[in-house]
């Protein structure tokens, strides 16, 4: 859906890149099971149908083989990725892109990747994890280099009411770990090393800490942990779902007990401004495009370049890192789970 949905975004920015063709785009719920489509959609499609010569279709399989260099965004329910997946394999895919987390399960992702691997070209696979190249978190790290005992917390925190808890319980019934914090535990596998077999301890600050049972789900409100690897590298996750829209990566200096000596902020006072202006001219987008457009066009500039040239994607997640994130999700569930 123009300006609501995350596949409309993408795709607004794959339009503007110099070096991608948009060729084609499957739209399951519009062009399939909807029996009263918005004029906004309508008007979208017939528009890049006519000026631009992309294809609208209601499933992959209404599409011709790919030509050799195709790249594949999937920004769909993550309980569909699995069979998208596959669809795309077999119609030829050399690349994919897929939102986090990229399937519902570590077995569902094991077997896409096996998949991906298993073809006569294997197909490359990436995943959206956009605090990876984010502004605050490199930030950080570069700041982190020149302290003494450094230690990095990552606050994730959402803006939700008390009152509202229930509703996002439901609605993220995967919990928080594998939904909201997941971009937090993808950072320790990218940059700490940190695996399930890696892990000497986690942790918990039961100070900044609560676990609820709402609506017959049984999840965190917020949660902080210290991970703490075999090998003695260390960092902590913090996530609330009630604390605001803004959210840090904090430098301590003496490990985990000791003081803040710089907190990066996202997003920071000129961001907030520069898409309050957006806003303003155009009230009907989601603000969170806003706030990560930068981070979103970063991912995919480095997708495509690394596909194109045969290269590699620098910080950008792998399925090999979206796998590890999602066993360490599923781990320090149920270790947070005992401790609280």
């Known amino acids: 859906m123009p300006k609501k949905s995350m596949g409309w975004y993408h795709l607004t920015q794959l339009l503007k890149m110099k070096n991608v063709n ?23 499609m017939s528009d890049l149908s006519k000026n631009r010569g992309i294809k609208f279709v209601k499933s992959i399989s209404d599409l011709d083989d790919f030509p050799p260099l195709t790249m594949v965004l999937l920004a769909a329910r993550t309980s569909d990725n699995p069979l998208l997946f596959e669809q795309a394999l077999d119609k030829g895919a050399k690349c994919i892109y897929l939102e986090k987390p990229g399937a519902p399960t570590v077995k569902e992702l094991e077997r896409m990747k096996n998949l991906a691997i298993s073809r006569t070209v294997p197909c490359r696979v990436f995943l959206g994890y956009n605090k990876n190249v984010t502004r605050y978190v490199k930030e950080a790290m570069e700041f982190s280099a ?19 808890l229930v509703e996002c319980f439901t609605r993220n019934s995967e919990g928080m770990l594998k939904n909201m914090a997941i971009h937090e535990l993808a950072l320790l596998v990218s940059f700490f090393d940190v695996r399930v077999d890696t892990v000497f301890k986690i942790t918990v600050d039961k100070s900044k800490s609560e676990k609820l049972t709402l609506g017959g ?3 965190f409100s917020k949660v902080s942990f210290q991970v703490t690897t075999l090998a ?3 960092a902590t996750v913090t996530a609330d779902r009630c604390a605001g829209t803004v959210s840090f990566a904090n430098v301590k200096e003496g490990g985990a007990e000791g003081k803040i000596v710089k907190s990066f902020a996202c997003p920071t006072a000129e961001e907030t401004a520069k898409v309050e202006a957006q806003k303003k001219a155009d009230p009907e987008i989601m603000e969170y495009f806003l706030t990560q457009s930068d981070d979103y066009d970063i ?4 997708v495509v370049r690394a596909f194109a040239d045969g290269t590699d994607a620098g910080d950008v997640a792998t399925i090999d890192v979206a796998i590890e994130a999602l066993k360490l999700a599923e781990f320090a569930t149920k270790s947070l789970m005992r401790q609280l």
């Open 146 to 164: 020149g302290v003494e005992s450094a230690h990095l917390e990552f606050v994730h925190n959402n803006a939700y009411k008390k009152s509202e």
């Open 22 to 44: 948009v060729i084609a785009v499957v739209e399951p719920f519009f062009l399939g099971i909807c029996t009263d489509v918005p004029p906004q959609f309508s008007t979208f």
């Open 299 to 302: 991912l995919k500039t480095n």
């Open 232 to 234: 003695g590298a260390s």
């Open 217 to 219: 789900i049984t999840d």
